[in-house]
């Protein structure tokens, strides 16, 4: 009898081992946006067909000129940025973007990058670095000019 119970010691401790060994498998972190709680998709169906959406809409917009935002590949990275230690959103050529979270892990290679930026598109004017390149200063010298002419 004091042999059984031993034996069952040994099995649970066994079976508590592997299922530690299980838990420590090494599984990618896949960084949250943030900001933004819900993606195009279920999350459960983004992570199993992401490309087939992305795939069609790349052939819905090249060939036959559809343009819909749903599954746009900008948006895409404008809602997936994952900013380093100093602010700045990280591009492919960094292991903490998004798009590598899991094509590392899983030895996946996209071309995509060759031609599509991985960090999102900079404000093209109004940025406050540049303070005489804004939207609204340059409606004052509209103004100013328009108002010279009277
Ligand atoms: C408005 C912001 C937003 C946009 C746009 C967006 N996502 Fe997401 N995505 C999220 C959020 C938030 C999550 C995680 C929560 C959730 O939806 O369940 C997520 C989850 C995911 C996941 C699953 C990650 C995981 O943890 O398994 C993948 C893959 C993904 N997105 C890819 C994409 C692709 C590809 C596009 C472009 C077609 C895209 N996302 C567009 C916000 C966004
Ligand atoms: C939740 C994990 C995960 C995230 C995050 C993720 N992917 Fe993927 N992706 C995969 C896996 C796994 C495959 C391979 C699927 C297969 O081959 O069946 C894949 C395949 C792809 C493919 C197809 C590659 C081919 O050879 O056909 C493209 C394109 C792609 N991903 C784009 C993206 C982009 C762009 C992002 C970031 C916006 C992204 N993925 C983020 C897991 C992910
Ligand atoms: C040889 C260059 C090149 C490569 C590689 C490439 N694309 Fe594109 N892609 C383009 C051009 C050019 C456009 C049309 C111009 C635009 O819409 O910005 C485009 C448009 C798109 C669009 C529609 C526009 C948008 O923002 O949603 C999607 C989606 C897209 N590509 C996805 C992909 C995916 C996914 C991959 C990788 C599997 C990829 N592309 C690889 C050049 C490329």
Redesign the pocket.
């Known amino acids: 009898m004091k042999y059984a119970q031993f034996l069952l010691a040994c099995i649970t401790v066994a079976l508590l081992g592997s299922a530690t060994a299980f838990a420590a498998a090494p599984v990618p972190h896949?960084p949250?946006?943030e900001g933004?709680?819900?993606?195009?998709e279920?999350?459960d169906v983004?992570?199993r067909q992401?490309f087939e959406?992305?795939k069609h809409q790349r052939d819905e917009t090249m060939r036959r000129g559809i343009r819909t935002s749903k599954?746009?590949?900008k948006?895409?990275i404008?809602?997936?940025v994952v900013k380093d230690e100093a602010g700045r959103a990280v591009s492919i050529e960094d292991d903490r973007h998004f798009c590598n979270a899991c094509h590392s892990y899983a030895a996946v290679t996209v071309d995509c990058f060759q031609c599509h930026k991985s960090t999102p598109a900079e404000p093209k004017m109004g940025s406050l670095e540049q303070p005489e390149r804004s939207l609204a200063g340059l409606i004052e010298r509209l103004e100013t000019v328009s108002g010279a002419r009277r």
Not at 36 to 40: G, I, M, N, S
């Open positions: 896949i949250e946006p933004a709680e819900k993606c195009v279920p999350e983004m992570r992401h959406f992305i599954y746009s590949f948006e895409c404008n809602c997936h």
